[in-house]
């Protein structure tokens, strides 16, 4: 199974990235595919989710800015995040549970700084 993850960068206050994580070797459409997020020194922390059908889930900090989506054909995931806050930096980690399974991809550093 490999998540390859993408879309991390520089951005300023206020600004948006769009966050990809494309999937292979695993049953995508049948798995819940996750966002969590790492600051040096911290936990990692659940930042969004997406079941199979579709059902979302936001940490309270993002909800209202981030919006995660699945594209089953394409076994990719989705994070749309607008109206950045340096609070946001973090890497960025996408993750996909199955029944018997949880895999993690490699990271993407995401930098909210003016």
């Known amino acids: 199974v490999q998540l390859q993850a993408s879309g991390g960068g520089l951005v300023q206050p206020g600004g948006s990235l769009r966050l990809s994580c494309a999937a292979s070797?695993?049953?995508?459409?049948?798995?819940?595919m996750s966002w969590y997020r790492q600051v040096p020194g911290k936990q990692r922390e659940l930042v969004a989710f997406?079941?199979?059908?579709?059902?979302?889930n936001y940490a309270d900090s993002v909800k209202g800015r981030f919006t995660i989506a699945r594209d089953n054909a394409k076994k990719t995931v989705f994070l749309q995040m607008n109206s950045l806050k340096p609070e946001d930096t973090a890497v960025y980690y996408c993750?996909?549970?199955?029944?018997?399974?949880?895999?993690w991809g490699q990271g993407t550093q995401v930098t909210v700084s003016s």
């Open positions: 997406i079941t199979s059908f579709g059902v979302t």
């Open positions: 993750r996909t549970e199955g029944a018997e399974y949880i895999y």
């Open positions: 070797g695993t049953s995508f459409s049948s798995s819940v």
